[in-house]
Each structure stands twice: as structure tokens, then as C-alpha cells.
């Protein structure tokens, strides 16, 4: 049982002698003291002495997380509240585990971690990317430890490094994981092809607004392994070249959306420098120009555009043909409306270069924006770009950006409120998201004054009774409307302002009932856990 999210209370009705309502009266049970779960660690006789050499060598790097949350609290995860994926240990001393968004989309729920096959752990989300499907989970010190002790055979996956750390199509490479059974395997595969999605081939919004990918040159293999879950893609001697992982979608068949999950390959080269960062300190920061580019065909792009710079055209085409691909550039589709980028770049910009780097590929504009050594601080970035036929120079200072994940939940009235993430005001569009709030009505409870008034959710709360709300410690400092007036047997009205994705303002009447649906607050404090409140 987890107290965390849903205090044990009893209910009693207190009778009355009058001939006023009954009422109710609640009390909430202490939590018993347990101490936590340890594994007993099964020394080396719980992994694996047979099967492939890639399997026995991968084994003590490769694990399976298994993700649950309460559904009511679902920000990022799917709607079923529960996931499961393949993540791969990078670093044994710390506990941190690589997997994809889809195994570790929120750090409000509970993970578990099994290495080597044979123990489990508890574990807790501790970044998540804010740009690609990659998030890092840190499982439970104390259990490593004593797994460590217990000659349990853990070791640090060995990553590849250089031009090693890329895919290119057509090259031979070994796929190490899982299949749905939890049964390790290898196989043998080729890869046909790293582009990245645009057009009609790029991931889809979501009609619940969610976390999309963007900027990502995928790996696609032309015989993806039967049933294959997720792992690794490694060379024969076992360095991972790239991460496996499941991304999440939604697709359109017959007027009804459809959750799809499908496999890619992340290349190494673009979770290295998080890896790195993660070396110097478990919050880094990743730098951003607040767009989403797309390739265009070079060949189109010259017909349309007219003259093209030499350097950058020979440089696009050497790297496009060393990945066996049309001739490609990178062009920005669209611009962030509340973003860095705003007011300098625009769609159909084609990238030249960043900082100084000639830009052929996505992963440029990103290596383009790492800071040297000497400037750690965010400085203006020159980036030169094709536009109207002409280069023109534009000035932009990167955006810091840390992991993508709540921190706070409120939920008053029935209303479970969030920090506006950004893949909403990505979803807004450049008329809405300047005038968004700073809080987001991520979804309703069941039954509560907030649904009884048929108020929708996915949309921003800007006032409360006249008063203009601009965090969740307004809203719980505002919310105070809810209490009964001297006299009263329920709590009084209270108006609110809400703002729809599309623009469209509400005006809403509620009345709070602070004895079934009290507030709360869902808080994650230093330690990584998450801790419920009731406000009274």
C-alpha cells in the first residue's frame, strides 16, 4: 500500500438532533512503520550460464523496469497508468539505468528495476530529457550495495565512443534484449536506414497534450527482431551503439485515436553528452533554440531557393552520402511561441550553420550549442540561415532547459492542477501561448464538485474569484475561498477564469467541498519522493 498518493481514512457519520443533515467525519490512519524492501542477493547463481556470448556479456548491463501510477496523477504516462521496458546500467557505484520515456515517463509513481535477471529494486525517475525519449532512473543505494556485496555480477555498460557512437544504413549490428516473455536473445541485423521524421512521417500531437518527439534521427532496421521489447544495439564485442527504445504515439483509424508503441534506435552520440553531464552533477541542463526542424530534400531546396552556398552544400552532401540517403538540410518548422526563438527565426528557415558549425544534420544544431570549457554561461549563438533566397545572420541566446518533469501537484475541488508543461504551449500554437497561464487543469476526479459542474480539463486556470493566478501557490493561497462561512453548512461559491487551447475563455462557478474532496498537494522533496498533504 502507498500512503503517498491516497492517505487510509475512516468514515464515520455523526449523528445529529435536530433534523439537519446527517454528517460525515473522517480520520486518517498513521502510516505503520516497516523498514523498506531489500533483495536477498542471489550471488552468481541466478544469471545466466547459457545461450549466446553477447547475451552472457550484455547480461550484467541490461535490465527491465516495470512503472505504475495512480491513474488520476497521470501527466506523461499512458492512460493504463503502467508500463514496462528494457533499460541498460551506465553507471553500477550510482545505480543509474538508461531507458526511454515510455518505461519512465513521470517521477510520480512507482518504478522497479531488475538487474541481471535475478533481483529486484526499487527505483526512482531522475531525469527526464526534455527534448528526445530518454530519461534516467537511480535505483535504491542501499539494495545495490548489498547486491555488490553479494557478488551479484553488475558492471557498467561500455559505450561507444567517436564515429563508433553513430549508425549509418547498411551497416551490420547485434541486437541484445528482451522479447515480451522477459527471455533474453541476441540477433543479428542490418540497418536500413537514420533519417529524421518529417512531413507526414514525423510523430503525430497527441490529442491528450504529452511529450512528442522531435529532432531526432531514428535508427530503423530492415528486420527488427520478432517480438523484440527493447535493448541495445551493440557491435561484436558488446559496445552499445545505440538504445532500442520504445517510443509512444498516437495514431487515426476510423475517427478513433489509437495508443501505438513502436521500437527505434537512439544513436549513442545522443545521450553521451547527458551521460557525461551526469558525471559532474544529477541535475544537468540541456541547451535549446526552442524549434523543431525537418529535412528537405536538397534537390528541391535548390530549385526553389536559387543559389546555394558551396561549403555548406559539399558539407550536406558528404554526410548525407556517408549515411547512403538522399541529399537532405535542415530547415525550421516550427518555432516555439513563447520560446528563445521567437521573432528571429522563422518556418522554412534553412540552417546554414550554428556557432560556427556547418549544420547537415539535427544532432549539429545540438552539438553546435554545447558550451566550450572556457563559457559555461549562456552567451548569443550566431546562426546563419537561408531565407527569401538570401544568408541572413540572426542572434539567438540558448535556452536552459533541466529535466521535464513535475515537481508539485495540486489538486482543489476535484481539479488536478500542474505547472504548464511545455509540450502544451508547443500544442497552443503561436495565438494561445502567449496568454497562458502558468497553471494547467491537467484532469477532473471522479465525482467532485469540479465534474458535477461540467468543467473539461486541458485547459488553463487564470483567476480565482477575480484574482489572477499565476502558480500553484496562488492557487492554494486563493483557494481559501473554500472554507465555510460562520454559520454556514457548506463552503461558498467560487468563480473561475479558465482559458481553452483554443483560445476561448470560460467563466465557471464552483463549489468547493473541502470534507469529500479536500486540497492536497503531491510534493517531491529532496530525497526523490513524493509526499501528500492535505491543506486544511
Known amino acids: 500500500m502507498s500512503r503517498a498518493w491516497s492517505p487510509l481514512k475512516i468514515w464515520r457519520c455523526k449523528s445529529v438532533a435536530d433534523a439537519s443533515p446527517e454528517e460525515w467525519q473522517s480520520e486518517e490512519l498513521p502510516v505503520p512503520s516497516r523498514p523498506p524492501r531489500r533483495p536477498d542477493p542471489p550471488g552468481r ?19 527491465t523496469i516495470r512503472f505504475r501510477t495512480d491513474q488520476r496523477f497521470c501527466t506523461e504516462a499512458l492512460e493504463s497508468g503502467s508500463a514496462e521496458g528494457v533499460g541498460l546500467l551506465v553507471d553500477v557505484k550510482r545505480g543509474l539505468v538508461l531507458t526511454d520515456r515510455h518505461s519512465a515517463p513521470q517521477s510520480l509513481g512507482a518504478a522497479e528495476v531488475t538487474l541481471a535477471g535475478c533481483a529486484t529494486v526499487d527505483a526512482e525517475v531522475l531525469f527526464i530529457h526534455p527534448q528526445h525519449n530518454i530519461a534516467l532512473l537511480r535505483c535504491d543505494p542501499v539494495a545495490m550495495s548489498m547486491l555488490l556485496k553479494g557478488h551479484v555480477p553488475l558492471k557498467s555498460a561500455r559505450i561507444a565512443q567517436g564515429r563508433k557512437a553513430g549508425l549509418r544504413a547498411g551497416e551490420d549490428v547485434h541486437f541484445v534484449g528482451f522479447d515480451s516473455q522477459g527471455n533474453a536473445f541476441s540477433a543479428e541485423c542490418k540497418v536500413s536506414a537514420v533519417y529524421l521524421p518529417s512531413g507526414k ?67 549513442a552520440n545522443v545521450f553521451l553528452p547527458l551521460l557525461e553531464a551526469m558525471k559532474k552533477t544529477s541535475s544537468p541542463e540541456v541547451r535549446s533554440l526552442d524549434m523543431e526542424v525537418a529535412a528537405v530534400d536538397l534537390a528541391t531546396l535548390a530549385r526553389s531557393a536559387g543559389k546555394l552556398p558551396k561549403k555548406w552544400m559539399q558539407a550536406v552532401l558528404k554526410r548525407c552520402g556517408q549515411q547512403g540517403q538522399v541529399a537532405r538540410a535542415i530547415c525550421v518548422c516550427r518555432v516555439l511561441a513563447t520560446g528563445v526563438s521567437k521573432g528571429r527565426l522563422r518556418p522554412g528557415d534553412v540552417l546554414l550553420s550554428v556557432a560556427g558549425k556547418t549544420i547537415a544534420c539535427a544532432l549539429d544544431v545540438e552539438e553546435a550549442l554545447v558550451p566550450s570549457k572556457r563559457k559555461r554561461e549562456a552567451s548569443e549563438v550566431a546562426i546563419h540561415v537561408l531565407r527569401d533566397q538570401q544568408e541572413v545572420v540572426e542572434y539567438v541566446t540558448p535556452g536552459i532547459l533541466g529535466s521535464e518533469d513535475d515537481a508539485e501537484l495540486v489538486i482543489w475541488a476535484g481539479l488536478v492542477l500542474r505547472r504548464t508543461p511545455r509540450c502544451i504551449l508547443e500544442r497552443c500554437g503561436e495565438s494561445v501561448a502567449p496568454r497562458a497561464g502558468g497553471v494547467f487543469v491537467q484532469s477532473l476526479l471522479a465525482g467532485s464538485p469540479a465534474e458535477t459542474q461540467s468543467l473539461h480539463p486541458h485547459c488553463f486556470l487564470m483567476e480565482l474569484n477575480g484574482k489572477a493566478v499565476r502558480s500553484l501557490s496562488d492557487v492554494l493561497l486563493l483557494g481559501q475561498h473554500e472554507k465555510k462561512p460562520s454559520g454556514e453548512k457548506r463552503a461558498s461559491y467560487v468563480r473561475l477564469l479558465l482559458l481553452d487551447m483554443n483560445g476561448q475563455e470560460h467563466v465557471k462557478a464552483i463549489q468547493p467541498d473541502p470534507l469529500f474532496f479536500p486540497t492536497l498537494t503531491l510534493q517531491r522533496n529532496s530525497d526523490g519522493q513524493w509526499h501528500c498533504t492535505q491543506r486544511h
Open 201 to 267: 512521417d514525423e510523430f503525430p500531437p497527441w490529442t491528450v497534450p504529452r511529450f512528442r518527439e522531435r529532432n531526432l534521427e531514428i535508427a530503423v532496421l530492415s528486420d527488427t527482431p520478432e517480438d523484440a521489447r527493447g535493448g541495445v544495439l551493440c557491435d561484436a564485442r558488446g559496445a552499445v551503439r545505440a538504445l532500442f527504445a520504445s517510443f509512444d504515439f498516437q495514431t487515426s483509424r476510423r475517427d478513433c485515436q489509437q495508443e501505438t508503441t513502436e521500437n527505434f534506435g537512439i544513436p
Open 45 to 63: 547463481f541466478g544469471v545466466l550460464t547459457g545461450g549466446d556470448r553477447l547475451v552472457r556479456q550484455l547480461q550484467a548491463s541490461l535490465v
